[in-house]
Structures are given as C-alpha cells and as structure tokens.
C-alpha cells in the first residue's frame, strides 16, 4: 500500500475539526473544476471559429498554388500542367491572374484586388453557394461580367439588378505616363457586375472576379498568368496534401514556388495560432489564481494536524514521507476538480458540437455557435491543470513541515 497517498485520501475526505478548512478545500475543487470546464469549453469554441474561418478561405484559397519563384508572372507549359493534372488526388486546376485595380462605378471610386478566372473556374467555382444577389456568371453569351465581394459592391453603390457598367482601369505597361494626356497611360476595361457573394469581411472587401482574358486586356500581357490554383479530392488528408506538393515541385522545377494554404496566407494562420495560445495561457493564469486557495486549505490543514506529525514522527516517519503526504492530498484536491471540469467541460462541447443547443444571435454563417473537440486540448488541458495543482501544493508542504511542525 502508498502509505502516503491512504493517509492523504483519509485527510481528504474526512471531517476537519474546523469546518472552515473543508469549506475552503470544497471552494478550491469546485474552482478548478469552473477552470478546467472554461478552459476545455472556450479551446473547443475557439477550435470551431477556427475551423469556421479555414473553410469559408478553402472558397476562395486553392489546396494548393504555384506561383513563380520569381517576377510576377510566368507562361504555363501545358505538358507541366498535364503531368500535375494527372496526380493523384488532384481533382481540377485554373488558372488565375490577379493585381490590384482602380475601379470606377456610378460614380464611386476605389481600389480592388481583381482576379481573372479561366472558363472551367466559372463553371465550377466553390463561390456559387456563396452568392447574395445575382448569379456567378462571368458571360452573358459572349459579354463578360464581373462578379465583386459584398464590402466592395456596398463601399461602391453596386447592384446586379442595374445596368451600370463598371470600369477598371490599371496603368499602361508598354508605354510611359503622359501629364499631357494621362488617359493615353491607361488600360481599362468596362463590365456590369453580374452577382454579389460573400466569405469573411477580409475578401468581401477587396475581391472581384472576371474573365481571365479581360484580365490579360487590361494588364497588357497573352499568355501570361500569375498563378495556377490546384483544388483535390474531398477527403484528401494533409499527408497526401504535402505528398502531391512534393511531386509538383518535381515536376515544376526550380523556377516555381508550391504552396498550400499555410504558407498562400501565412500572416493569418500564425495569427489564429497565436490566439489560441493566447487564450490558453490567460485560462491558465486565471487556473493559478483559483489554485491558490489550495495553498491556503493545505496551510491551515498542516497547522491544525501537528499532534498528527509528531505522531507520525515518534512512529519513524521521515519529513521526505510527510512531505508527500500533504503534498499528495493538496494535489487529489486539484485532481478532483480536474477530473470533474473535463467531465462537465468535455460534455457540454460534444453536447454543442453534435446538436448545437446554443444558437448565434442574429444572421450569421452557422445557426449555433461552432464547437469542435480536440483530444490534443483535452490533453495539454490535463497536463496544465495537474502540474498547476501539483506546484501549488508543494509551496505550503515546503515551508511549514521542517519548521513550524517541529
């Protein structure tokens, strides 16, 4: 038998003499089991906003891109795009040529981030199901159209249902900028916007998508494109993601960069990584706080127990063994509120996670608030919380066993 831990497990749950010390050890199980509850609760929400947030980007942002290593554009090899269409797990490519613009509509002026799409993109684009007005059809028989995010139709007065024509316009690559005739200097482009869609605020806010040869009109360029998306099989894992990325590096060659989406927007990924563990350790600050209270029943308990340690000590315990003891039963105090607020915690998540009990107010892309539980959390949850209890109780063990007991 663990002497030490019987001892402690009888010192647990046995009646104090002073009822104070079992209140304030009832206080500090129930307030490790509030903190590991959040902590589990808030990781999982947070794992589903973050998951939330990576699929409405998997409609714009391809599993994979290649772009050139250097310049702006690159002329795509048809034998290259052939080879990489044939692999595995690749389940369509388009080719893309994106800049920013200047875009003139009914009278409202701004900036965009325009990208130029190729046919099989418009027959098969993951934006349909995100239209709010109109269509995403980039012809009208042979008129091209455009179609914009739904920040930037607002910002420019945009509507599908009009009319009005939108001019693009960029700077003229082939010939100098002329103060005598600054309209000379410039390429534009004119289409009425077809459909209005929207993803998160970022894209809505910037993005407009037309045809990729009014794309090559406006920017001077024949062939040229700036980048090929390659989107695979639903249910590809990441593994073979990083698989098929190695083999087109292989077959692209030096001159190309292959990315996936980490590394297409990898300011915001690191971002949503920094949160979490942001989040993480202000839950865990707040845990150390609440774990004081173990400091302070574990204190109290050791001065209302000396008649017991010296008792102990005339039967041949040793510090090293009394230690443990106190050590042992402030831990189990911790360890009870641990294993109740990952019950409780895990519970209620799987709960929200199968059924969506609590629902987002107002219109929002999900009706319920997005939980996803991850067994990784569930386990640096455990891990965190116990070392916390485990440090918290031996403070008071340290300090009042060798000094004030004797």
């Known amino acids: 038998m663990n002497l030490p831990l019987f001892i402690a497990g009888r010192y647990l749950f046995a009646k104090k003499s ?13 307030g490790m089991a509030i903190g590991t ?13 973050d998951e939330l947030v990576k699929s409405t980007l998997s409609n714009v942002e391809p599993d994979i891109l290649i772009t050139p290593a250097k310049g702006k ?56 199901g995100h239209m709010t007005a109109g269509a995403f059809a980039l012809h009208k028989g042979e ?14 007065g945009m509507n599908p249902a009009f009319l009005s024509s939108a001019t693009i316009y960029f700077p003229a690559r ?44 406006l920017l001077g360029y024949e062939d040229e494109v700036s980048g090929i998306e390659i989107r695979m099989d639903e249910g590809v894992s990441a593994k073979e993601i990083r698989k098929t990325i190695g083999e087109i590096k292989d077959i692209a060659g030096p001159g190309f960069r292959v990315l996936d989406r980490f590394r297409q927007n990898t300011s915001l990924y690191k971002m949503m990584r920094y949160e979490k563990a942001a989040i993480f350790l202000i839950l865990i600050f707040i845990i150390i706080i609440i ?51 990952l019950v409780i915690g895990t519970g209620f998540a799987l709960l929200q996670q199968k059924l969506g009990v609590i629902k987002m107010p107002g ?21 965190g919380v ?6 918290i109780a031996l403070l008071p063990v340290k300090r009042n066993i060798t000094s004030e007991t004797r």
């Not at 509850?37 to 906003?49: P, R, T």
């Not at 605020?201 to 407009?208: F, G, K």
């Not at 302070?296 to 009394?322: Q, V, W």
């Open 18 to 30: 002073h009822n104070v010390i079992n209140i304030i050890s009832a206080i500090s199980a129930i």
């Open 37 to 49: 509850a959040a902590l589990v609760i808030i990781l999982s929400i947070y794992n589903g906003f």
């Open 73 to 128: 554009v690159f002329i795509p090899e048809e034998d290259m795009i052939g080879k990489v269409a044939a692999l595995p797990g690749v389940r369509q490519y388009h080719k893309i040529l994106e800049e920013n613009v200047f875009v003139d509509y009914d009278e409202h002026q701004g900036v965009a981030k325009a990208k130029g799409v190729d046919e099989s993109y418009e027959k098969d684009s993951p934006l349909i």
């Open 143 to 156: 008129i091209p159209q455009m179609v914009a995010g739904a920040g930037l139709a607002y910002k420019m």
């Open 174 to 217: 082939d010939r100098n900028f002329s103060l005598a005739n600054p309209a000379a200097s410039i390429e534009s482009v004119s289409m009425r916007p077809a459909g209005i869609f929207t993803v998160n605020q970022q894209i809505d806010e910037e993005l407009m998508i037309m045809p990729l040869d009014q794309m090559r009109q």
């Open 291 to 341: 774990a004081f209270n173990i400091f302070g029943s574990l204190t109290m308990l050791i001065i209302e127990k000396k008649d017991d340690i010296e008792t102990f000590r005339s039967l041949g315990a040793t510090d090293r063994m009394l230690r443990k003891t106190f050590t042992l039963e402030g831990w189990l105090i911790s360890l009870l509120g641990l294993a109740a607020g």
């Open 363 to 383: 219109n929002f892309l999900v009706n319920s608030y997005p939980v996803i539980v991850q067994w990784s959390d569930i386990l640096l949850t455990i891990a």
């Open 386 to 391: 116990a070392l916390i209890g485990y440090l």
